[in-house]
């Protein structure tokens, strides 16, 4: 294939596909916490990373990383003890972390601004040698986080209450939860971009729950989604001259319309079939996709 062919284009491509793993991966926990912004917030906060980074002209993805990560155990901290004043804290941190960037983007030396854009928006041809050994070294932590972990991270998700009285370490599995997602960012933002790698973690799950009947499923899914789009999105964007980051969330609006057009008759039948088969049983208990339940019962 010609575009094989272009040593930028076999970076951009792998990233694509470490993306497309890694954001569903963490995504899925953070929709079942119902934090699906949550990677909204640490990309605002991971803009102060950007900006250092050229600032002080050291690699803007692992000074992303570092400011990431401390703005998403600040967001945690904040959850705990943050009570009702706790959205102000949210907010100032976000619009914080932003205006971070901006400023520190602005006293980095000329041709910066240029380069913010690609990390904003995503882009294809900027991403080096060093961006791609990064994005390698965090996607494997996330996957070894997600799937090493998933049965204790989807238990406290699904029910703080219930995983510390079992005995999980609750707030540590909480901090690194959030800790994942801040990589995820970073890992995601030279393909997506910081302003829409949120939509890449959370519309793949939500796609994925209109068809998945197990968390397990749902998890594979949204996997399959994420990588699809991302490869899709990354060649659509050489071939047609598009941004990528924009190309691929269209993509992934476009797969959630899709699987959820075709969701709503089957649902309807399954729960006819069920019906018939036991006039006892009430249709709206059938087993909707993103419901609670425990980890036996979605074969995590």
């Known amino acids: 294939m010609e575009i094989l062919d272009y040593a930028f284009m076999q970076r951009a491509l792998l990233a694509a596909v470490l993306v497309g793993i890694t954001a569903p991966a963490v995504g899925i926990y953070l929709v079942q916490r119902r934090q699906a ?24 993805v692992w000074m992303a990383t570092l400011v990431s990560v401390i703005g998403a155990v600040l967001m945690e901290l904040i959850r705990w003890y943050g009570r009702t004043r706790g959205d102000i804290a949210l907010a100032m941190l976000f619009y914080g972390g932003m205006a971070g960037g901006v ?26 040698e060093s961006d791609v050994t990064a994005i390698c070294i965090l996607a494997a932590f996330v996957v070894l986080v997600t799937l090493g972990l998933r049965r204790q991270l989807f238990a406290v998700s699904q029910d703080e209450e219930f995983a510390r009285v079992t005995g999980l370490p609750v707030r540590a599995l909480n901090l690194l939860t959030a800790i994942t997602a801040a990589v995820t960012v970073t890992v995601a933002m030279r393909v997506v971009g910081l302003l829409l790698v949120s939509a890449l973690m959370v519309v793949p799950v939500a796609a994925a729950q209109q068809i998945g009947r197990s968390f397990a499923a749902t998890f594979v899914v949204a996997v399959a989604i994420g990588v699809s789009v991302t490869i899709g999105g990354t060649v659509t964007s050489y071939y047609q001259d598009v941004p ?19 969701a709503t008759p089957l649902a309807r039948r399954r729960a006819r079939a069920q019906a018939a088969a036991d006039p006892a049983h009430d249709p709206a208990e059938c087993a909707i996709p993103g419901t609670r339940k425990t980890t036996d019962e979605v074969g995590v």
Do not use: C, E, K, R
């Open 37 to 60: 912004l949550m990677g909204d917030g640490i990309g605002h906060v991971a803009m102060t990373g950007v900006g250092l980074g050229f600032l002080l002209t050291w690699s803007p």
């Open 103 to 128: 400023m520190f983007i602005n006293l980095a030396p000329t041709g910066s601004n240029a380069n913010l854009t690609s990390y904003l928006f995503g882009s294809l041809s900027t991403v080096s």
């Open 244 to 262: 990528p980051g924009a190309t691929i969330v269209l993509l992934t609006i476009g797969a959630f319309v899709v699987l959820t057009a075709l």
